[in-house]
């Protein structure tokens, strides 16, 4: 038998087993940030359960990425991205409705304050100081140079020392 149609046949049953460790060690690190990014838990979660299968039906291209926490989360936060323009629409066509921003996920003052900045400037502070990711990383995850993430980390930090003096 030919071993390269065996490896491949390995990796398609394989992966299952390997999305379940993947889903279960990152689903947390890609709500959490949205979480806090979006003001919305509920959204967070739905945006985190649509990458999580969107990774899953692509299973054997993402998982061969350098960072495959990093694509699921841009595909989750362009999807809430998408769901928040949509909340707009019918927000400005049904005004009566009003939007729940969810519960704060971290200490009340700070989730205030980080609310108040423009949300791609609530996305580097939380990915930097929430998760901990190096600008690297942000920068790879967003699509964006570290340089822009590095404007953007100074910008919000200069607003909340701001804000919370």
Sequence with gaps: MDHTL????????AA??????????EWQGVFRPLAVILRDVDLAHEATDEAMTRAYQHWSRVRCMDNP???VYRVALN?????????????????????DPG?????PGLVGAVA????????????????????VEIAAALGIPRGTVKS??????????????
Aim: charge should be positive; proline fraction near 5%.
């Design 6 to 13: 065996e490896a491949e046949r390995y990796l398609v049953r």
């Design 16 to 25: 299952p087993v390997e999305f379940a460790d993947f889903y279960a060690a």
């Design 69 to 71: 926490s990093g694509w």
């Design 79 to 99: 999807w809430s991205r998408t769901q928040l323009r949509r909340r707009a629409i019918a927000a400005r066509l049904l005004p009566h409705e009003t939007l």
């Design 103 to 107: 519960e704060p996920v971290v200490e």
């Design 116 to 135: 108040q900045l423009p949300m791609r400037q609530r996305e580097v502070v939380v990915l930097r100081y929430v998760l901990d990711w190096s600008e």
């Design 152 to 165: 953007r980390l100074h910008r919000a930090l200069a607003r909340l020392r701001e804000e919370m003096s």
